[in-house]
C-alpha cells in the first residue's frame, strides 16, 4: 500500500515555509525524499532512518517519527529552485531494499 | 557522476506489440528498478533485480516481465502491450539500501 502525502499541491511565495507529510500504515525502516522537476529524472534529497533523526538538504530538512510512522519535509525560506514535485519512498525491514512512493506533493514557489 | 540511461525518451507502439524498454546504469549497482509514473498516483514499482538474473515482483508486474543477463543492463518488456500500459516508465539503480539515482524516464505510448 502506498504512502500518502499531503497535501497534493502547494503555491508558496519566495521566502514562505511549507511543511510536506507522509504517512504509512506500515512500520517503516526507512524514509527516502526526492524531488523531481518538471520534464526531468527525480533526483534524491536524503534519507532518514529509524530513530528520529533529522536530516537537512541546503534547507531543506526532513524527520522522521518511526513510531507514528510519519515523516515531513520541511521547505524554509523557499526558492525559486524548489519547484517541483517531492515523493516520498518508504522502506520496510521485510521489503529489504524495494521503496514504495507515495503520490507526490506538487510545490510552485512564486517570485 | 552516476548515470542511469534508458534507450529511448519517447515511444509509440501498437496494441498487441511485444515492447521492449532498455536501461543501462555504469556504477556497478547490484539493484535495478523499474517503475512506472502517473498523474496522482506517484511512482509504481513493476519489477525490480537485486543480482544478475535475479528478479522480484513489485506491486504492478502484472502484464510486464524483466530480463537481467549483465548486471549494467535491466530491460523491461512488455508481451502484449495494451493501451492501459500508456505511461512514463523510469529506470533506476542503486547500491544496497542507499539512493535509487533514475534514468531520464521513456514516455510509451500505445495506439
Known amino acids: 500500500q502506498q504512502p500518502v502525502q499531503s497535501p497534493q499541491a502547494v503555491i508558496l511565495r519566495e521566502g514562505e515555509d511549507a511543511v510536506i507529510n507522509c504517512s504509512s500504515s506500515?512500520?517503516?525502516?526507512?524514509v527516502h525524499w526526492y524531488r523531481q522537476k518538471h520534464g526531468e529524472a527525480p533526483v534524491f534529497l536524503m534519507i532518514l532512518l529509524k530513530g528520529g533523526e533529522q536530516k537537512g538538504h541546503e534547507k531543506i530538512s526532513a524527520s522522521f517519527n518511526e513510531k507514528k510512522q510519519q515523516s515531513s519535509l520541511y521547505l524554509t525560506a523557499s526558492q525559486l529552485s524548489y519547484s517541483g514535485t517531492y515523493f516520498c519512498?518508504?522502506?520496510?525491514?521485510?521489503?529489504?531494499?524495494?521503496?514504495?512512493f507515495g503520490g507526490g506533493t506538487r510545490v510552485l514557489v512564486k517570485p | 557522476d552516476v548515470k542511469v540511461t534508458q534507450s529511448s525518451r519517447y515511444l509509440v507502439k501498437r496494441t498487441g506489440e511485444k515492447v521492449f524498454l532498455e536501461c543501462v546504469q555504469d556504477?556497478?549497482?547490484?539493484?535495478m528498478f523499474w517503475y512506472r509514473q502517473d498523474p496522482g498516483l506517484g511512482l509504481r514499482l513493476i519489477y525490480f533485480?537485486?543480482?544478475?538474473?535475479?528478479?522480484e515482483k513489485g506491486d504492478i508486474p502484472e502484464g510486464y516481465s524483466v530480463s537481467r543477463e549483465k548486471k549494467e543492463r535491466f530491460s523491461l518488456i512488455l508481451e502484449s502491450a495494451s493501451t492501459n500500459q500508456t505511461s512514463m516508465y523510469l529506470c533506476?539503480?542503486?547500491?544496497?539500501?542507499?539512493?535509487?539515482?533514475f534514468g531520464d524516464g521513456t514516455r510509451l505510448s500505445i495506439l
Open positions: 556504477m556497478d549497482h547490484e539493484n
Open positions: 533506476a539503480s542503486g547500491p544496497g539500501s542507499q539512493p535509487q539515482h
Open positions: 506500515k512500520a517503516l525502516y526507512s
Open positions: 519512498g518508504t522502506e520496510t525491514q521485510a521489503a529489504g531494499n524495494k521503496l514504495t
Open positions: 533485480s537485486y543480482d544478475v538474473k535475479m528478479k
